[in-house]
Every structure is written in C-alpha cells, then in structure tokens.
C-alpha cells in the first residue's frame, strides 16, 4: 500500500486494520466517492461497502449538519502540546489604561500538535494517506483529546515522519482548528 495509490473497495475479499480503499457511498441522496480505512481484520460479504460501514469495518467520513466529512480516527501519543491564542484589538490610551475586545468570531481557535509514535508501516500509512488526501485544504473532523474533547473541524498544514527502526515510525503533525 502506498500514500498515492488506493484500491476500490470489493466484496468477499479480506481486509486487515488499517487497509485504504475508496468506494462510492450514497447520503442524504447525494452519491459521492470517499476514503475508507479499515478498523477490523474482516471478510466483506457485502454488495457495497455501506453495511461493512454501518458494522464499525471501517472508518474515515463522519456526517455533521448534514455534511460529509473526512474523519481523523487514529489515536495520538501522550505529550500532545496545545497552543491557544485568542485574537484581540487593544486600544491604548495614554495614562496606561487599555481596552481589549475580541477580533471578529471564533476568536480562540485550537492548535494541537500531535505525535503518533512507534507506528507499523500500515498504520503510518494509513495516517499519512489521509494526511495526504486533505492536502492540508479540505478540513476534517477530529476529536481531541481531554479537556477539548469535542468533535471540532481542523485542518493539517504541516507533518513529518521519521522511520525510527524497521516496522517503526513516528509521526508528527500540527492540527489548526478552522471555523465551521
């Protein structure tokens, strides 16, 4: 498997965790070719991959507001670094007093940088393939971890990965929250 190249889904075919297809799947009426990856070893029986979804096979689109959304889903080491920096417009007046209001909305938006350590291959892959499909412009959902831990929109502008010993990799990467 590669970060370029994905198979389409088949049915009775074996699939193992973190295998990548795209297939077809129709919501709200709207027909639309997504990214999967696999959550379970398993046998597709299925005519079309929207049972194996429904059964928790697979993984990778999460729907909100009545959208389609990639879905980040792999679990991140500890040690995560979150930055917040709330915009404000200052006006200072000259006996030192100051008056601060936010600038504009969303106003404090996350920015969480993430290590996913001692990886194997397909898993890393499997991270960097859906990294690689956003091209860090289409934003996704993601739950951070606590006390965040609310299903917020980010986008991934910026991520490295080093190969740290044979079937071990190590992933770093920086998710900006981005208003709905």
């Known amino acids: 498997m590669s970060i370029y190249s994905t198979d389409a889904w088949q049915s009775n075919y074996d699939y193992v965790v973190n295998d990548v297809v795209i297939s077809e799947l129709t919501y709200a009426g709207e027909a639309s070719d997504y990214y999967f990856y696999c959550l379970k070893d398993h046998h597709s ?16 689109i999460v729907a909100n507001q ?17 930055r917040q920096e709330p915009k404000v417009k200052t006006v200072k007046f000259g006996d030192g007093y100051e008056q601060r209001v936010p600038d504009g909305i969303n106003t ?4 969480i940088d993430y290590s996913f350590d001692n990886r194997k291959l397909s898993e890393a892959t499997a ?7 956003r091209a860090a412009h289409e934003p996704f959902m ?13 986008v991934c502008r910026t991520w490295e990965h080093n190969q740290v010993f044979v079937d071990n990799f190590s992933i770093k990467a ?3 929250e981005v208003p709905a």
């Not at 991270?127 to 499909?133: K, T, V």
């Open 45 to 60: 029986t299925s005519a079309d991959i929207s049972s194996d979804y429904n059964n928790g096979n697979w993984g990778g």
């Open 66 to 82: 009545s959208v389609v959304y990639p879905h980040f889903l792999w679990v991140p080491s500890y040690g995560l670094t979150v």
């Open 108 to 111: 404090s938006l996350l920015m």
């Open 127 to 133: 991270i960097l393939h859906f990294l690689f499909q």
């Open 142 to 154: 993601y739950t951070p971890l606590a006390p965040y831990d609310t299903q917020k929109l980010f």
């Open 174 to 176: 920086r998710f900006e």
